[in-house]
Structures are given as C-alpha cells and as structure tokens.
C-alpha cells in the first residue's frame, strides 16, 4: 500500500472493543489488579502470555484501557504497537533508556522541543551530538563520525516549524542501521512518519489528541517488522521504572480521539 493510499482516520474508526452490554464506547475496566490463575502467571511471567491476549496482571504492567488506547494510536499511525505512558516527556525518556545503553551515541535534530532537548543534555553515559536535520550531507556526516544507535527528529519541530525530510532521513538512518524516532506530536494525521521509513513515532497526548488541556499523556508506537525484542525493552521499562497512565484518563481520551481530524482542521 503506497503512503497516500492509508487513511488513517478510517483505521481509527476501525479499531473495536469488547463490551459486554454493546456500549458504543469502550468500558472503563475499574481496577488495577486483576484475578489470577497461577500457571498463566508464571506464563506471564515468562513473557508467553500477555494484553494481547487480553491477559492482565497490575495496571503497571498493561491495563485494558491502556491497551486500547494504544491500538487507537497504531491505527493512526499504521504501528505494529503503541505503549502508552503518563506524559510525552515520559514517552521520550522511555524510548532513550529502553533503547540506548552507556557508551551508545544519539545523533539528535537541533530544533526539537525544549523538554527533549534538556532531557538529552541531561543523558550520562550518553554521547549526544545535535545536527541540523534541513541539511543532509551534515547529517550524514554526524552518523558517519559517530555511529550513533538512534536518531531523534520532529517532522515539524515545536515550536521554530522547521520541516525535515523524513523519506530522506529514514533512508539515512537505514544505511547506518541507526534506529529513528519521530515526535509527531505536533503533526498527528498529517504526517506518518513510520509509513515514510521512521522505526518508531513518539506522540505527547497532552496536545493535540487531549485537545483540552487538563492532562498529561505520551504515547511510543513501532513501526512493522522491528525485532521482537524491541517492543520488549520498552515494555520492561515501563514495568520497571512506572512512567504509567492512569486508566481512567486513557478511557477519557480514548473518546476524544473521534474528534482528532476536527480539532486538527479547526487549529
């Protein structure tokens, strides 16, 4: 399917959800433990069973509402997966650190938004060198010199609105086997950034997908055909470290996402 032949509106209204009385939207599961049998926890627990098959432990691991959400996301953005977590900051941080390791290099776009260009700044262990995304044999010559494990870049940066050439970009990043991450939160249905070659899409729900400014949400989803193990890390990151969503706010924004294709023509 060519990039232009995927509506992502129309996958969003798509995606479905399991209610025992047919509501319309999705139930809002009131908990945060869940009734175990003792064999499919050590199955849990062992990584062969899991949300996907609507199999939960501890709303820290995954939550039904959490889970549902994410699949509104991928459908958005045409990812094979969507974690979801309490804030985009928290989706950056989580990404970096579930990804990179000491000793790794980020090769980053100057222009991005504050919190992430702090949050690199801030990285020990971590060899950080911005480039500017609009010239492209620079940036060419930053992974060259550094064999950096990931690359970071907005679409449209927030707030200067610099546009990077993410086709060129993502075929940059492939040559070097360089994993590449777009925040695209500022440009949600308008640029697909995984369907243009990126290998991951990072979104603050805050904006644009809250649309209401009265919480905090973040959003980290992959592209198709990634190694198994990447969802993995990130998975255990959040587990480990807690960067969670709360359940009832993912119910509230799951609702709002119907409205994402107006909010984004009236702003």
Request: charged share 20%; glycine share 8%; proline share 6%.
């Amino acid at each position: 399917m060519a990039y232009r032949d995927y509506d992502p509106i129309r996958a969003l209204h798509e995606v479905t959800h399991n209610d025992l009385f047919g509501g319309v939207n999705p139930p809002i599961i009131d908990c945060i433990t869940f009734k175990q049998d003792p064999v499919l926890m050590d199955q849990c627990f062992k990584e062969m069973f899991g949300p996907e098959d609507d199999h939960y432990v501890y709303a820290r691991f995954a939550h039904p509402n959490t889970e549902f959400l994410g699949c509104q996301i991928s459908a958005i953005e045409d990812a094979s997966w969507t974690c979801v977590v309490a804030s985009g900051q928290a989706a950056m941080s989580t990404i970096i650190h579930a990804l990179t390791d000491p000793g790794d290099g980020i090769v980053a776009s100057n222009r991005l938004y504050g919190g992430t260009l702090n949050l690199l700044r801030s990285l020990k262990g971590i060899t950080v060198h911005f480039a500017d995304v609009t010239d492209l044999e620079a940036l060419e010559l930053a992974f060259t010199r550094g064999r950096p494990k990931m690359f970071i870049v907005e679409p449209v940066s927030n707030p200067s609105v610099v546009t990077a050439n993410i086709p060129a970009i993502a075929a940059l990043t492939k040559r070097f086997g360089v994993f590449s991450v777009a925040d695209n939160t500022f440009t949600p249905l308008s640029i697909l950034p995984l369907r243009l070659g990126m290998d991951a899409v990072v979104h603050s729900l805050t904006k644009y997908i809250s649309g209401s400014s009265d919480g905090l949400g973040g959003s980290i989803s992959l592209a198709r055909g990634l190694p198994a193990e990447t969802k993995v890390k990130i998975r255990k990151h959040v587990a480990l470290h807690g960067p969670v969503l709360h359940y009832l706010f993912a119910a509230t924004l799951s609702k709002r996402m119907a409205g994402l294709a107006g909010r984004l023509r009236e702003s």
